[in-house]
């Protein structure tokens, strides 16, 4: 069973989101490293880019798939997690500590669920 944490948000693409002091902070689920096996690269977007609710801001890489980072807010990417450069399996160890991106300005996507909302979503999916 894959860990949720209620202090956020989570998208049906499997990132997950947490307002802090104004700024979006943004990653992968538990349930999606898991399900992308050893992950291998991540690409980091740019900071100052804007995007929108689920435009592709970046890629994850594994040794099975790629797979995008479809962002679950629209807003300016203020800061990349560098440590992913050189050591994406940070991810693995702890996909809600190493966080991908933060967002300023940030406007989350209306259809983001809560942990509750996730776990019942994660277990439909199955």
């Known amino acids: 069973m ?42 980091l977007p740019e900071v100052g880019a ?32 560098e440590e992913l450069d050189g050591s994406p399996e940070k991810i693995n160890e702890d996909p809600y500590e190493a966080y991908i991106y933060k967002m300023k300005d940030a406007v989350l996507a209306d259809d983001l669920l809560d942990a509750a909302q996730y776990e019942k979503f994660l277990a439909e999916e199955v």
């Open 2 to 43: 894959s860990k949720i944490l209620a202090d956020r948000m989570y998208s049906k693409d499997h990132e997950w989101v947490m307002m802090k002091d104004g700024v979006a902070v943004i990653g992968i689920t538990d349930h999606a490293q898991d399900a992308l096996g050893e992950i291998v690269y991540v690409e």
């Open 50 to 81: 804007t995007f929108e609710v689920g435009e592709e801001v970046s890629n994850i890489e594994s040794v099975k798939a790629a797979s995008p980072i479809v962002s679950p807010a629209s807003g300016e990417i203020c800061e990349v997690n």
